[in-house]
Structures are given as structure tokens and as C-alpha cells.
């Protein structure tokens, strides 16, 4: 089983930028797709990003398409979110998870994803 880890949140002011990195051990990160999440003071956790295990494809929830990129690089195990012109709305744990999808279709449905990281805080002052 895969386990994984986040790392690169902090506290920033908005618009600036934050890179995020969910970093794999046990298993092979290229053998999933891999999503991130997040999650803020009370509410659900929501989709944010995932990425096929090949990189072709990506996809974005609409509050952050435009602003986020989601990047993997399968040699170091790792997956990135670059996040751009922050905003306090982007304010939550982020977490980072795996689908074993070997197909170019991708899926925000959380139930879909196993194997989840601890999270890393982002919190964005305005």
C-alpha cells in the first residue's frame, strides 16, 4: 500500500503563491491517478485537483482553474500543486490521495480514493 505525505503549506497573504508536494513511499506513484482535497473549519472536504497516473490529463474544480496547476513527476514519486493569486477562500488542510485508475478519465468523487495523507495547513490572510 502506498502511503503519502504533504508537505509545502504556510501562511501567506493573498495573491501570493504556494507549492504544495504529496510525496509517495511503499508503492509507485505512476501506478495511480492522484487528487487533492481540502478541507476548511466547518465544511466538507472538497475536490480540488487530480492528475491521470500518466500526467496527460488534469482537472480542476472551478474555483481554482486558472489559478492551480496539478504536476507529477513519477521519477521522484511525487505529486505538486502550484498554487497562484491566493485568495482566504483557498484557506483549509489540503490533502492528497490515490485512485487506481489506469484509464485518462479522472474523478472528484472522494469515494474513489484511498490511501490519504495527513494534510498540510494553508491559511491565506487578506
Known amino acids: 500500500q502506498v502511503q503519502l505525505v504533504e508537505s509545502g503549506g504556510g501562511l501567506v497573504q493573498a495573491g501570493d503563491s504556494l507549492r504544495l508536494s504529496c510525496a509517495a513511499s511503499?508503492?509507485?506513484?505512476?501506478?495511480?491517478?492522484v487528487g487533492w482535497f481540502r478541507q476548511a473549519p466547518g465544511k466538507e472536504r472538497e475536490f480540488v485537483t487530480a492528475?491521470?497516473?500518466?500526467?496527460?490529463?488534469?482537472v480542476y474544480a472551478d474555483s481554482v482553474k486558472g489559478r492551480f496547476t496539478i504536476s507529477r513527476d513519477n521519477a521522484k514519486n511525487t505529486v505538486f500543486l502550484q498554487m497562484n493569486s491566493l485568495k482566504p477562500e483557498d484557506t483549509a488542510v489540503y490533502s492528497c490521495?490515490?485512485?487506481?485508475?489506469?484509464?485518462?478519465?479522472?474523478?472528484?468523487?472522494?469515494?474513489?480514493?484511498?490511501?490519504w495523507g495527513r494534510g498540510t495547513q494553508v491559511t491565506v490572510s487578506s
Open positions: 492528475i491521470s497516473f500518466s500526467g496527460i490529463s488534469r
Open positions: 511503499g508503492r509507485a506513484l505512476s501506478d495511480y491517478a
Open positions: 490521495a490515490v485512485d487506481p485508475n489506469f484509464s485518462e478519465r479522472l474523478y472528484s468523487d472522494e469515494g474513489r480514493y484511498d490511501s
